[in-house]
């Protein structure tokens, strides 16, 4: 009766059988990569401003959900002893490292003009989505541990 009590408690947070930190990852992943692909439509049409504007708001939209995310993670990787295994922490690590990237990025994309993408601005969108494709890669590994 009592392993049936710690199993439950060491569960991650989920509506409906569905952990929440699982359904929220997929939105950063997407838009930091939209973000990547909307920088290099910016850089290859000379200028257009439209496509600036798109890197902002996806890069707004991932690190709003992120943030969540990052959340709903801290509080799984707290209640949980089997999370912090190493690919545990390399997943939050990766992850975290993402946010705050793409946090300094999108303060680059506030910037009018060129100097927004280019060179800063376009290298941290791909360091960036470099490191959220890790953190998604290593998810698996991290939390199928949990349940």
């Known amino acids: 009766m009592a392993e049936a009590t710690d199993v ?5 947070i989920a509506i409906l059988a569905h952990p929440i930190y699982s359904i929220l990852l997929p939105v950063p992943v997407v838009a930091f990569l939209g973000a990547l692909i909307t920088d290099l439509a910016y850089v290859k049409s000379g200028g257009n401003l439209i496509w600036l504007a798109f890197s902002s708001w996806l890069l707004l939209a991932g690190l709003l959900v992120g943030a969540i995310a990052a959340l709903v993670l801290l509080v799984d990787f707290l209640r949980s002893p089997l999370i912090r295994a190493p690919a545990g922490w390399a997943h939050l690590v990766f992850f975290y490292a993402a946010l705050l990237v793409e946090l300094v990025n999108i303060f680059i994309h506030e910037r009018d003009g060129w ?33």
């Not at 439950?8 to 991650?12: D, E, Q, T, V």
């Not at 993408?117 to 541990?145: C, H, N, Q």
């Open 8 to 12: 439950r408690r060491s569960a991650p």
């Open 115 to 147: 100097t927004a993408v280019v060179p800063v601005g376009m290298t941290l969108s791909i360091v960036g989505a470099i490191l959220i494709l890790v953190a998604a890669w290593l998810r698996r590994p991290a939390l199928e541990v949990v349940r």
